[in-house]
Structure formats: C-alpha cells, structure tokens
C-alpha cells in the first residue's frame, strides 16, 4: 500500500480538502452542484456521458465560472451498442400498451442516443483542450493511448471498479485512485463486462479488498449517506468517499419534482434493480417502471443504452399526463437517509458528522 503522506499528496492535488467526492450521475449533476461542492472544500462532479463534446465544453465553461477550485468529469466507457432490430421492435410492440395508457404512441424505431468514450473522438480531442483537473472512467477503460494523453496534459485519473480484477485493469493503466463501487450503489454500477460474473460484491468488502491490494489511493462509493459512513469507509482503508444519492435531493441538481418527492418520502425505502430502463442493471426506487420489468412476459431488452431511448419516451409521455412513476429514479440501497439540502450545507454537515463519528469511536476505544 501507498504511504499516508503520499495519499494525502495525492488527494491534495485532486482538490479534496475534505474527504468527500460527489459522484457525477449523469442528467442529475449540473455546473451549480458541482461547483458549489467543489467551492465548499470537497470534490464537485459533472457527468458529462449523455452530452456531445460540444455541450460538455459548455457545461465545463459554465461550471469554471462558478469555481476556481478543481472538479471531476466523468465519461462511460462501456462497450458500444449492438444493434438488434428484431429485438428493438418486440421492446416497442411490448410497451406499446404502456404508452397507449398515456395517450402516446412509442417510436417508431431506437437509437443509441449517446456514444461510448471509447470510440467518442471528439469527446477525447474536448478534453485534451479544456484539460478539466480530473477525469473518471466508469463501465470501463479508454484505450492506453487515450489515457497516456490525459495524463501527458496533467489531468488526474479515477476509474470505477467493482471487482478486484477490474481494479487490477485499472492500476495497470496507470489511474491514479480506483473507485471502489459496491453492490449498495444507486444507478448504474460501473461493472466493466456484463456478460460476465459479477460477484456483486458490497462497498465495505471490495473497499478493504482494494486498499489491502493495490499501492493506490481508493476512494469507497455505494451506499454511503452520511459522516458515519464516511468514517466507516475511512476506517476500512479509503482516503475519500463518493456519495452520489445523498447529493441528488440537492437543490442544484437537474431532477423532477416526481423524483425528488420519491426520494424524500416513503418510496426511498424500497430500491431494486431493473434493466427496463435502460437496457442495463441499474438500482432505482421501486416504481411503475422497475415493477414493469420485472413481468415475467417481458421480451429482451435491447443492448444498452439503446433501451434508454425508450424509457426517455415512455417517461416523457407518462409525465405529460402527471404520472413521474416511469423516470429514471436512480438511488442506492440507503436512500432513506437523503436530505434536502444547499450542497455547500451538506458538504459541511458530512465534514462534522464524520469528525464527530471519528471523535467518538476515539473515546470509546481510546
């Protein structure tokens, strides 16, 4: 393992003055959240997946006039989409009667709506130019030669890992921290290869797993709501934690009142997994959508993330009509504990709440 003084160097330099990174959820995070976490001594993130090269220089221009601090963009790295159109139209003839519901008809045909950052040119050329601080990989890795130029123009790199094999990838293409994302995590873990076994392992295990393991900084994520979660994953040998649903009730997240109202009330308590959404296994708020998929009658999903491109019609049909119960309400295993705070309160609510947590397991066992 890496020394104490070279993690805290290290943290240092990806601007973490606190140990808390807010993870980047891609269509929830926005320039406001993640400079005001930024602002407020933490490490603020953008999840720029979902947008062109284009609109993420935007989204970084608009977030550098809110900061000076530094802050995270993150990219998926999953295998692009195989194209299936038999499988596509028994998705559509299946959810027809769904948006019948709605008064809507579904499309006629999907597309993959947003590009892999592995074969993602311009994206790659964007960030060459804006040289954000930080950049984080999920689903995967870019080629070698991507990564050698990212670290050639000075940007610090995190990838998610879930597993000890992926972390393993990870380290020998040269990332400076590995994201430890357990099973408890909300929305899309960032399993590199789904046909494979996923051992499906929880936060606190792979985190002492990985910093046991590897000569690099790690960084525990999934589940972790609150200070005492912070020192618990501190404890276990991470020098940071990155908590993404305890962030999306923020007021400066881009969310609906129908997720926002599902987060903070009863429907936080239930979460699962579906693919129905997304053509990918991601936990959300039990809701109409997680309980569609879960029908023994329903056909194959199309490869991800074309079955997005369905579930983004289907939820903007049933919202039109006041039903939010088809959204994407992305949320970890412990999304009971979210507040509705200012990120910069939250920020310093988490510092104190793990300062005292920490105080208090030092008086107990001296």
Excluded at 353 to 366: C, D, H, K, P
Aim: proline content about 5%; charged content about 20%; hydrophobic content about 45%.
């Amino acid at each position: 393992m890496s020394t104490q003084t070279d993690d805290r160097a290290l943290l240092r330099s990806l601007g973490i003055q606190k140990p808390i990174i807010q993870a980047p959820m891609a269509g929830v995070t926005t320039p406001a959240l993640a400079a005001a976490v930024s602002n407020a001594g933490a490490l603020g993130s953008l999840g720029v997946a979902a947008m062109n090269a284009e609109n993420a220089r935007k989204a970084i221009h608009q977030t550098r006039e809110l900061t000076a601090k530094p802050f995270n963009i993150n990219v998926f790295c999953h295998r692009p989409a195989t194209a299936d159109a038999a499988v596509e139209r028994a998705w559509l003839e299946w959810l027809a009667p769904v948006f019948e519901q709605y008064g809507a008809t579904p499309p006629q045909t999907l597309s993959e709506i947003y590009t892999s950052f592995v074969v993602d040119k311009s994206m790659q050329a964007m960030l060459l130019e804006e040289k954000p601080a930080v950049v984080s990989f999920h689903f995967g890795l870019p080629p070698d030669a991507v990564i050698a130029e990212l670290k050639h123009a000075g940007m610090r790199l995190l990838a998610s890992a879930t597993n000890l094999d992926e972390a393993a990838a990870a380290v020998e293409a040269g990332v400076d921290a590995i994201v430890a994302q357990g099973i408890e995590a909300g929305g899309h873990r960032g399993v590199f290869d789904t046909t494979t076994r996923d051992d499906r392992l929880g936060t606190f295990a792979l985190t002492r797993l990985l910093a046991s393991e590897f000569d690099v900084p790690v960084i525990a994520a999934g589940g972790i709501m609150d200070g005492a979660g912070i020192a618990a994953a501190l404890a276990l040998g991470a020098q940071a934690a990155q908590l993404g649903t305890a962030f999306v009730a923020c007021p400066e997240t881009a969310i609906d009142e129908g997720y926002r109202s599902a987060l903070l009330g009863d429907a936080a308590r239930h979460t699962a997994f579906t693919a129905a959404i997304s053509g990918r296994l991601a936990r959300s708020i039990v809701n109409r959508f997680t309980t569609l998929g879960e029908d023994p009658k329903a056909p194959r999903t199309p490869s991800y993330p074309i079955t997005y491109d369905a579930g983004k019609a289907l939820n903007a049909a049933a919202k039109a009509k006041g039903e939010f119960g088809y959204g994407a309400q992305w949320a970890g295993q412990a999304a009971a504990l979210a507040r509705a705070l200012p990120a910069a309160e939250l920020v310093a609510q988490l510092e104190r709440e793990t300062r005292e947590r920490i105080e208090r397991l030092q008086s107990v066992w001296g």
